[in-house]
Each structure stands twice: as C-alpha cells, then as structure tokens.
C-alpha cells in the first residue's frame, strides 16, 4: 500500500472531537448528554443573515474575488473602523472560517523549521496548522493561579531563536477565557518589534468581552502595522459556525500580497456565506447586548457552580465563552471518557473536553477540562449537578 505522509501521520486528532464516538454509543443506549465541550452556540443567528440568502435569486452560483466581495470588504473596514481600528478594504481577505486564516498566516510568514512561540494552554487546532505547515510551536505556560495572564516577558525572551517567527495569541483566549489587557498588548508589541517578529492575534471572539471591559486589538498599535496580523471570524460573533466565514487583516502589504496567493489556489470564499456576511454586519447592538448578557449571567453561573464543588479551581474568564476547570482527578481523559461510557444520573451525562490537548507541553493540563458556556441556563445548572454528582462517584471508585 503506498505510504501516508509523516506529516499526515503527525497531524494531531482533535481533542474536542475525539470523545465523539463514546458519545454517539452514550446516546445509542438513549442517554442525553450535555455536551459542554464545544464552542457552538445555541445563541440565534442573525435574521437580516438568514434573510439575505432566503431573498436572494441567484441564477449563477460563481466564483467570487479570492479576496472576498469587495462590497463586504468595504463594509467589513467600516465595522473595524468604528471601533477605531485603521483597517481598510485592502488589508482584508477573506476566508473560508477563521480556521483558514490562520492557515494562510502560517503558510505566508514561516517555513519547514521555524518556530512559533504561543503561550498556552491554546486553540487545538493551532497544533494542527503547525504541523501542517511544518512549523514547531515553542510554548510558554500561563497559569490558572494568575487566570491565565500573559507570562513574563523574560520567559518569551528565553525562547527567541532565529528561528523564531512569529508570536500567536489568542485574545480573548479560547480555552482560558483571558483578556489581555492594554498594558499585556503593549508589552508583546514592544517585543515583536524588538526582534522583528511578527504577531498574530486570534480575535475571533473579540465581541465577547465581559463587564464593560475593553477588548485590545492587535489592530490599534500603529508601530505594529508591519508586523500585526488579525485573524477574525463571523463564526461566534453571530453564531454563524457553519457559514464558513473569517478573515485575515493586516496593513502589511507584502502578508496580504502573500496570503493572496494562498486565497488564489483556493479560488474563493463560498458564495451565500459571504452574501449572509456582509448582511450580519448591519446587526443592531441590542443584538450584542443581549448576548452579551446572557454570557455573562452564564459565566457567573458556571463558575459559581464549580467553586461550589469540593476540590475544583476554575479561572474566572473575562471574555470569550470557555474556562479551564482544574478538577480533583488525576487523569480528565480518563474521567471525560468515563463520564460518557459508564456514568449516568438519571440517564443524563456530560461531556467536557479535556484540557491536556490545549498544551503542547506532555503532560500537562491532566487534571483540567475546558468547559464552555453555550448552554441555556437550566441545561448549564443540571450540567453543574450532574458533574458534582459525577465528581464524587469518581472519586469512590478510584
Ligand atoms: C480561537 C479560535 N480560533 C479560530 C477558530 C476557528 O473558527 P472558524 O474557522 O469557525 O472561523 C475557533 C473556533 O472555535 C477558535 O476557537
């Protein structure tokens, strides 16, 4: 049989997905399951998203610019601008789901070999686009004492090699719920520029931001034009996951020179993701508010609830719509997987991702989970209670 491709055989499976067919057997034997481990919101699409593309009488479905329509483009500057960011239509190209951008990123600013510092625990998927462009991820551990701030400066230093490419964050962070604050941005900033670095900042959940605290953009640093790249995503913003749609942003013109190439070889972004798009950017902010508020109600229910459970620290998140739990376990893959194959409580279980797969340092994160807030209140509140309940008959048994 010809061979797979070290490459292939390297490219990590995703931690998130991973417990699926345990979950699929839990609901074969008619269990329910409250699937905390994923990002997807139950939140409501926009309707002025829904309604573009119900209304619109397409004869042909083409190709679009590999850079995106350049009406949404335009409008897309306008949302950036008024937030005060001095993005124009050039320095946009838009992409297939953030998850390409990022691809793009990587695929226009490293070779086979270099390196990457990100501090985690990270986005999985960052191991994965990695390994695909063949880069190596240098990581710095935040920590859960701190809820996951950025590290010390010194510690980045230490790992700057001429091999060192690029800085990637993820602001506010998925899985620790972080938000970097202006001083954090500032600092990274400075450093970049010191050793001519680039830094790509994953904002994709730039919205969620809680108790009226500012999300700092990578965007906002005027210094940073030649090294910044932004990568976004109508994804979470407008629970639109399966539309398909983000974005890679950068006044350097020499990225999106690049990064054109890429978008080029996959021709364009889908049609009628685009068209819904560039509709979801007329959104009211009652929209936001709204979400805005039901995340924050969610989040201090979570989190209340688990400081209630003996034994479990979480870091309180400040946006995005995750934590990381540290639970009294030894092994969460093991408990995760338990949890769907052997537990029940009045044949209800949950599932929770665990965290070891958002570190790139083995062995680390063992005894944490992600959990994330996308579930409406009395799913979140009987979650809580079944994972207590679970916790202790865990804990008897081993
Ligand atoms: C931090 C982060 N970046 C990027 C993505 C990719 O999102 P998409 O490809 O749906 O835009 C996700 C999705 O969950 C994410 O959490």
């Known amino acids: 049989m010809p061979k797979i491709s070290i490459k292939g055989q390297e490219m990590p499976e995703s931690p998130i997905r991973k417990l699926v067919p345990f979950a699929e057997a839990a609901v074969k034997k008619g269990r329910k399951i409250y699937q905390l481990n994923i990002g997807q919101p139950d939140i409501k699409t926009p309707q002025a998203a829904l309604d573009a593309v119900r209304n619109h009488n397409i004869e042909v479905l083409s190709y679009s610019h590999s850079a995106g329509f350049d009406t949404y483009r335009e409008k ?236 479990v620290r979480v870091a309180k998140p400040k946006g995005a719509f995750y934590c990381i739990a540290e639970l009294p376990i030894e092994d969460a893959d093991d408990f995760a997987r338990w949890l769907l194959e052997s537990f029940e409580d009045n044949n209800e279980t949950v599932m929770v991702a665990p965290a070891a797969g958002f570190y790139s340092t083995p062995n680390t994160g063992k005894n944490q989970v992600r959990i994330a807030y996308v579930l409406k209140k009395e799913n979140l509140e009987r979650s809580i209670n079944i994972l207590d309940k679970a916790l202790k008959e865990y804990k008897s048994l081993n």
């Open 76 to 311: 897309l500057s306008g949302y950036y601008q008024k937030t005060a960011l001095p993005v124009e239509k050039e320095d946009i190209i838009i992409t297939t789901g953030g998850s390409e951008a990022l691809l793009f990123a990587m695929g226009s600013i490293t070779d086979p070999g270099d390196e990457v510092i990100i501090p985690e625990p990270f986005y999985a998927n960052y191991n994965g686009f990695a390994t695909a462009s063949g880069v190596k991820i240098r990581p710095i551990q935040a920590s859960i004492e701190d809820g996951f701030a950025l590290p010390p400066i010194s510690e980045f230093e230490k790992l700057i090699t001429e091999k060192t490419k690029a800085i990637l964050i993820c602001n506010p962070g998925n899985p620790t719920g972080y938000l970097y604050t202006r001083e954090e941005v500032k600092q990274l900033a400075d450093l970049a520029l010191k050793h001519d670095l680039f830094i790509v900042s994953d904002e994709v959940y730039r919205e969620f931001a809680y108790e009226g605290a500012q999300h700092h953009s990578i965007m906002s640093i005027p210094e940073l034009s030649e090294n910044a790249i932004m990568i976004d995503s109508v994804s979470k913003r407008y629970s639109m996951c399966g539309a398909r749609i983000g974005c890679l942003v950068s006044k350097n013109k020499e990225v999106i020179a690049t990064a054109m190439k890429f978008a080029q070889a996959r021709l364009s972004p889908p049609t009628f993701a685009q068209i819904a798009s560039e509709a979801a950017l007329d959104t009211p902010q009652e929209y936001f508010d709204e979400v805005i508020e039901q995340y924050t109600y969610r989040r201090n229910l979570l989190v209340d609830g688990l400081e209630k459970i003996e034994g």
